[in-house]
């Protein structure tokens, strides 16, 4: 994987004489980029000042080759401090906002001047320097700027009531700027490092030296810096090499208001309910908190306006099964992955660690997450949920969200607690909000599932029509997909796909099928969902699981074992949305999907695979059989060494454009003109006719002397085609 450059970046590193500053300066400068070195080089206290730090970085950067100039004022004086970037290098792509002094006390021995000095070099300097910078980033649509917390803060620390205040303040600054920021590319986090410096060399074990050394909090913070990282509004704590995303949770809350009245005993009756975070909810935005408290204040009053629902269905919200244990082997995750269309093809290596136990990457498919999940909310169809009867051949599998903590171990116990979130009315039916979360043997939680399921002609009970805990499908993208992928599903796909654990004879059983309305048992969505997981990794995560973040699509129609699903995929950024349908009706049957991803990889080894026939021309699916005749041929690029370019008409007009590339190996097919170089023949014929071309109807010599098939450029490279392609035996272009 290629290394993260900063080169043409320029970054200010504020207190980067020593300690932590020092070695984001260092690394930053050994990527390429120019950084000012400001330090006021004061003691630990804030006393004093000396040049001598800043100067040391910056000779030590020079001699490493790096580019680098020194800064001695306070941080308090951040517009000289972003002048020094402007004045050297022309630019301030990255604040890093990391000086800072220590002046412990008990909180009763506070002095003002401890307080205020605290507040000056941590809150103030921060934002007297980001300040400064701050409309030169947005002018250029691009900043990155890192605040420095400390777990001190996050969690309080005895002695440092000063300390702790200012490094929340800090918190406060970056969960504000990352909104303001985000419209103009300005990414705001903050880093909680732990490490040995001056600051903490009193604090720590003598051993502590060793194990949590500055500049193992270095790369975190580089990469909350660089281009490829898009977080912002992120608290992360790290030390020693390890880091992790601290986040705000928070009880479920009680609505407690009931009508008019509100009273003390009210809050008493219901204050364990307040505290109770056994199931916590995250908001990430006051806007997420606002809506939820709506959604809780409405179905209050509904309930008691209606009183239509008096202990019915919507009591059932906040039901909790209770946690199922799932224990599995390798094989488990072997047969999963073979359930949903794992192939061993040449042009598919990638799935080999899916498959093979003694692979040294072998992993399970994020999507087997959705597996120990299932069987912790069996008892939501067999009555196991007062109030709630439901009719099993009434269930709808309708959506479905999956969001990967932690890479799926490939054995072990997993324990899933499942709840039942929300219940929504939707007119036809009811669709029931499931949420569970999956975690191992030491709590750690691995992944949480969301299932919506539609129960046909459960309505009438009060429930609204949305649910502000449900998680959305989205839209997707009107342009035409940039990629798409298909598994052509064997007859006994599903007969495969069940053994994973859903066991629901309407994926095996043709009379079962046929008491549903079907002609042929149908495949389970969730193998539908399953493959469209495994085309994402492959197109954009080089097939590597732990690049999967989360995954979210609607079930829109069934699929039949033995038909083809094509994935269409849009990347934005690195969200993938997708949808997916059978090649054979073209039926759309997983909508609005997307998949977000750490980091896009598009360097997959497939490289003959064309854009996705897009449009209703004939002539496009004859591309995509010429690119599958070509895979595996690269010794055709090194004979023709030339760039075809088809113009496809209809109507006398051009309507799409195709590159045979054999020129730039390892050769390409793809949708519109050529990438790299150009075109030396271009060929223009109705769709029409290259149909009949391909198919032997008409004589590509004969279709040249009436016109039909127009050539420019080196004609005679149009012959070199005509041979290869018949070569090959299938076409006879
Ligand atoms: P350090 O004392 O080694 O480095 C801080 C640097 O900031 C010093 O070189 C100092 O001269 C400079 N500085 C102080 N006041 C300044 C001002 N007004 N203007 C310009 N420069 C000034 O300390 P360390 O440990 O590297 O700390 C860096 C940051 O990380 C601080 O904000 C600290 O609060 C924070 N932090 C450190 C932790 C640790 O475990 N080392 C824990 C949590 C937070």
């Not at 459960?458 to 429930?463: K, Q, V």
Request: hydrophobic content about 35%.
């Amino acid at each position: 994987m290629s290394e993260l450059r900063f080169d043409g970046r320029v970054a200010i590193v504020t207190g980067a004489g020593g300690g932590l500053g020092k070695e984001y300066a260092l690394l930053l400068a050994s990527r390429g980029a120019s950084v000012v070195v400001n330090d006021l080089g004061v003691d630990r206290k804030g006393t004093g000042s000396s040049k001598r730090l800043a100067d040391e970085v910056v000779e030590l950067i020079q001699s490493r080759g790096g580019k680098a100039v020194p800064n001695y004022d306070s941080v308090e004086q951040g517009e000289k401090i972003v002048h020094t970037a402007l004045d050297n290098y022309g630019r301030i792509d990255i604040v890093i906002n990391n000086a800072g002094i220590l002046r412990d006390r008990t909180f009763a021995r506070i002095s003002d001047e401890d307080w205020d000095i605290i507040f000056s070099v941590h809150v103030r300097g921060a934002f007297m320097v980001t300040r400064a910078a701050w409309p030169h980033m947005k002018k250029q649509k691009y900043g990155r700027v890192i605040v420095t917390s400390s777990t001190s803060g996050l969690y309080g620390n005895f002695g440092q009531t000063n300390y702790s205040s200012a490094k929340m303040a800090l918190v406060g600054m970056c969960n504000t700027l990352s909104l303001e920021g985000q419209k103009y590319n300005i990414l705001c986090n903050t880093i909680a490092p732990t490490a040995w410096s001056r600051l903490t060399a009193d604090l720590f074990p003598p051993e502590a030296e060793h194990l949590f050394k500055a500049y193992y909090i270095a790369p975190v913070v580089a990469y909350l810096c660089h281009d490829s990282c898009t977080d912002t509004g992120g608290v992360f704590e790290a030390v020693g090499g390890w880091a992790s995303k601290a986040q705000l949770y928070k009880s479920r809350g009680v609505f407690m208001k009931k009508g008019e009245k509100f009273t003390i005993e009210d809050v008493r009756d219901n204050w364990k309910e307040v505290c109770d975070l056994s199931r916590p909810v995250c908001h990430t935005s006051n806007a997420d908190t606002m809506a939820s408290i709506i959604a809780m204040s409405e179905r209050a009053s509904s309930d008691k306006d209606t009183g239509s629902d008096g202990g019915g269905v919507l009591s059932a919200i906040g039901y909790e099964f209770e946690t199922t244990s799932f224990s599995y082997t390798s094989r488990d995750v072997i047969l999963y992955a073979l359930g949903v269309g794992a192939t061993l093809s040449p042009d598919n290596q990638s799935e080999l660690k899916f498959l093979y136990e003694g692979h040294e990457d072998f992993s399970a498919l994020p999507s087997f997450g959705v597996i120990p999940a299932q069987q912790a909310m069996t008892g939501l169809v067999s009555g196991g949920v007062s109030n709630l009867n439901i009719d099993l051949s009434k269930v709808l599998h309708g959506e479905q969200y999956i969001e990967l903590l932690q890479p799926i171990p490939t054995s072990g116990t997993l324990y899933s607690k499942a709840t039942i979130v929300d219940i929504m009315d939707k007119g036809k039916g009811a669709v029931i909000l499931c949420d569970i979360v999956t975690s191992d043997e030491n709590d750690q939680i691995i992944c949480k599932n969301q299932f919506s399921t539609f129960v046909v002609g459960m309505t009438g009970f009060g429930g609204k029509k949305t649910s502000s805990v449900e998680k959305p499908l989205l839209p997707t993208p009107k342009r035409s997909p940039d990629s798409f992928m298909r598994t052509k599903t064997m007859d006994t796909q599903a007969a495969l796909y069940r053994l994973s654990g859903d066991l629901n004879p309407l994926h095996i059983d043709p009379q079962f099928a046929a008491m549903g309305g079907f002609s042929t048992p149908i495949l389970h969505g969730l193998c539908s969902y399953g493959i469209a997981v495994r085309h994402i990794l492959h197109k954009y995560a080089g097939g590597i699981s732990s690049k999967l973040k989360s995954i979210k699509a609607r079930f829109a129609k069934p699929v039949l074992p033995g038909q083809t699903i094509q994935t269409d995929m849009w990347r934005e950024g690195n969200r993938i949305h997708f949808t997916c349908k059978v090649v054979e009706n073209s039926a759309l049957v997983l909508t609005g999907g997307y998949v977000d991803l750490t980091e896009i990889t598009t360097d997959v080894p497939s490289s003959l695979t064309p854009q996705e026939p897009s449009d209703d021309l004939k002539s496009s699916a004859m591309f995509v059989a010429i690119s599958e005749q070509l895979k595996g041929r690269p010794e055709l690029v090194k004979k023709t060494q030339a760039i075809f370019l088809w113009n496809v008409t209809k109507n006398g007009k051009t309507v799409t454009q195709w590159t045979l590339d054999l020129k730039n190996p390892p050769g390409k097919v793809y949708r519109g003109p050529p990438k790299k170089g150009k075109a030396d023949c271009t060929l223009t014929m109705s769709d029409d006719d290259l149909i009949k071309m391909a198919t032997g109807e008409l004589d590509a010599q004969k279709a040249y002397f009436q016109r039909k098939l127009k050539l420019s450029g080196n004609m005679m490279l149009s012959q070199k085609l005509g041979a290869i392609l018949k070569s090959q035996g299938k076409s006879k272009i």
